[in-house]
Structure formats: structure tokens, C-alpha cells
């Protein structure tokens, strides 16, 4: 089992940054894919970025390419996720995901998720 808890969200006017952290805490860290993961109210559930267990392997979707930022610090059991240039249509919940197996966009190969932190861009 993998316990999963996102940090970092908050309020950000359009243009500016954030970042958002997911802690793990269980099994080997290292062994594990970890996503990202969003949902806007009333939308279905969308991938924003994944990384490979060692962290030399990364996926971006194709609308935050060059802005968001995916990381992982093996030692301290912890993803990243850097926002940068956010926009009012990236407001959502942000999920961070573990995947047992390999690194993937789809939501449906991951096996562990966080309770989700909220993200506004607003003026």
C-alpha cells in the first residue's frame, strides 16, 4: 500500500506559479510511476504530466507542455509539480497518482491515489 498526500495548492492570479507536492509514504518510492492528474468541475478527470520511477522519463499533455514541470525526489518520497504561466482554465482539483507498473497517461493504470488539493487562478 501507498499513501498518497498533495500539498501546495491554493489561490494564484493568472501568470503566476505554484507548486505542488505529493508525499508518499509505504513501499519503495523509487519502484513506482507517479502522475498528475486534474478535474475541473464538471469535466471528466484529465491527465497533466507523469514521471518514471528513476525520474528520466517524463509525459506532459500536450496543453502544459513548457509551463508545468514534473519531479520526484526519490530520498524524500516526494513528487513535484511546478505550474508556471497559470491560466483561469487550469483551475481544478490536482490529483497525484502512484502506478505499480510503468509510467502512463492513463488514469485507469494507476493504483493509488491522494485525496486531491484544489487549485484557483483568478484575479
Known amino acids: 500500500q501507498v499513501q498518497l498526500v498533495e500539498s501546495g495548492g491554493g489561490l494564484v492570479q493568472p501568470g503566476g506559479s505554484l507548486r505542488l507536492s505529493c508525499a508518499a509514504s509505504g513501499r519503495t518510492f523509487s519502484s513506482y510511476a507517479m502522475g498528475w492528474f486534474r478535474q475541473a468541475p464538471g469535466k471528466e478527470r484529465e491527465f497533466v504530466a507523469a514521471i518514471s520511477g528513476s525520474g528520466g522519463i517524463t509525459y506532459y499533455a500536450n496543453s502544459m507542455k513548457g509551463r508545468f514541470t514534473i519531479s520526484r525526489d526519490n530520498a524524500k518520497n516526494t513528487v513535484y509539480l511546478q505550474m508556471n504561466s497559470l491560466k483561469p482554465e487550469d483551475t481544478a482539483v490536482y490529483y497525484c497518482?502512484?502506478?505499480?507498473?510503468?509510467?502512463?497517461?492513463?488514469?485507469?493504470?494507476?493504483?493509488?491515489w491522494g485525496q486531491g488539493t484544489q487549485v484557483t487562478v483568478s484575479s
Open positions: 497518482a502512484a502506478d505499480e507498473r510503468s509510467i502512463s497517461r492513463g488514469s485507469s493504470e494507476y493504483d493509488y
